[in-house]
């Protein structure tokens, strides 16, 4: 039996989830000890304190690792105590280059937090090569893309962009949430760091609050292990073990939720009291030959959708759903919807926001798994109610 030759289904339900030898439960315990009993002074066993490690998390990690591809896994606190660990590797003077199309929070680690060590942040369209290569300089120490992008779903090329970053010398990292390891593996495109808020879909279930990154490179791992253990944004056990159920049902979760997605996409497309869709899987968008290459199996369960709509009417959408529950996150089974431009990127500063395509009238939709009839039914009658003159 040879772990490496089980599929990815297989996986995520049995890598680093071996049952308990103590008493033969088919779930792997969860640990809650903070501390663990050393037989002799001075000689440690794999566990001594639970922020340097714990069994719970480690489990995680491992799942986490086979599924990406990965050497190993750091679990954190969230998604942002991840990324923000990886930031910690620059100095004062160093340049990170990031995507245009980020998550808000992200943008806001880099310009607010990062800045105020002496990091040079820059966002650049990752989709477009010549902007990119343009943009790197000798201090750009860090590239950080998201694929698909956030809120516009823009689609960068992962390989292209790992090999122009690697030719500046920078480190190449993916947020890689909205595409999750069923979708998109970005350490086989040559990234070197890979990024998940687990709050979203490899929790799955809106339980949890969690983060993680995976990477191919032992050395690498070495350095962000000691930053994390240093710094101690980690991941609970109990979130540890809300994860790890929640990564046994991944790759279904995903791709039925990316079905959906795409019929939700194809109809409102062809609404008239919709102005444009936002979404990788139609043939209409920019970056749909690339995801074709890059994705495999679906295209994810987000979507976004501008209203023929002002600020105040596109409010009123996301305010009358029924089954679609206004709130920010994603990746759960429950449909959400919200307005980027009052919610998830509210802090963005306005004037950023117009140059990058975030409008009044867009609105996010992260698709559960919900029947479809059911949620075209409820935005149906959403866009009907808000939109009536
Ligand atoms: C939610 C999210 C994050 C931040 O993760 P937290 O777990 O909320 O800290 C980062 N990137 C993306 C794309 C996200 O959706």
Redo the contacts with the bound molecule.
């Keep these: 039996m040879n772990e490496e030759n089980w599929s990815f289904r297989t996986r995520a339900i049995h890598v680093g989830q071996a049952n308990d030898p103590a008493t033969g439960a088919v779930v792997p315990p969860l640990h809650v000890a903070s501390t663990f009993v050393q037989h002799h002074a001075g000689e440690w066993r794999e566990f001594d304190y639970s922020r340097s490690g714990n069994p719970t998390r480690k489990a995680f990690e491992t799942t986490l690792a086979s599924l990406e591809g990965g050497c190993g896994a750091l679990a954190f606190a ?6 923000h660990c990886v930031t910690m590797l620059l100095e004062a003077g160093d340049h990170i280059l990031a995507g245009a199309d ?2 808000g ?2 943008y806001r680690l880099l310009h607010k937090i990062c800045s105020r060590s002496g990091i040079e942040v820059t966002l650049v369209d990752t989709t477009n090569p010549a902007a990119l290569e343009q943009a790197f300089t000798p201090k750009t120490q860090l590239l950080w893309l ?1 694929s698909p992008g ?1 809120p516009l779903m823009s689609i960068t090329d992962l390989k292209a962009c790992a090999d122009v970053g690697h030719r500046h010398g920078a480190l190449v990292g993916v ?1 890689s ?2 595409a999750t390891p069923v979708l998109t593996r970005p350490l086989e495109h040559g990234i070197d760091v890979v ?1 998940h ?4 879909y490899l929790g799955g279930h809106s339980d949890m ?3 993680a990154l995976v990477v191919r490179d032992p050395e690498l791992l070495k350095r962000l292990y000691y930053t994390q253990n240093a710094t101690g944004a980690v991941m609970g056990p109990l979130e540890a073990f809300l994860g790890s159920r929640g990564m046994k049902t991944l790759d279904l979760r995903v791709r039925e939720q990316s079905r959906t997605a795409l019929r939700l996409a194809e109809t409102l497309a062809g609404d008239k009291r919709v102005a444009k869709v936002f979404y990788p899987g139609l043939k209409s968008h920019p970056g749909h030959s690339i995801a074709v290459r890059q994705m495999v199996g679906g295209f994810g369960a987000m979507l976004s959708f501008e209203v023929a709509g002002d600020f105040t009417q596109t409010k009123r959408v996301c305010e009358s759903t029924k089954l679609f529950q206004l709130a920010v ?3 759960a089974v429950e449909s959400l919807i919200e307005q980027p431009a009052s919610m998830s990127h509210a802090s963005y500063d306005p004037a950023d926001r117009k140059k990058h395509g975030i409008n009044d009238g867009l609105i996010r939709l992260s698709v559960g798994l919900e029947e479809f009839d059911d949620l075209w039914a409820d935005l149906d009658q959403a866009l009907a109610a808000a939109l009536k003159k």
């Design positions: 969230s998604g942002m105590a991840a990324t980020i998550y929070g992200t998201e956030n947020d949430t909205f990024m808020s687990a709050t979203k609050l969690g983060g996150s994603l990746g």
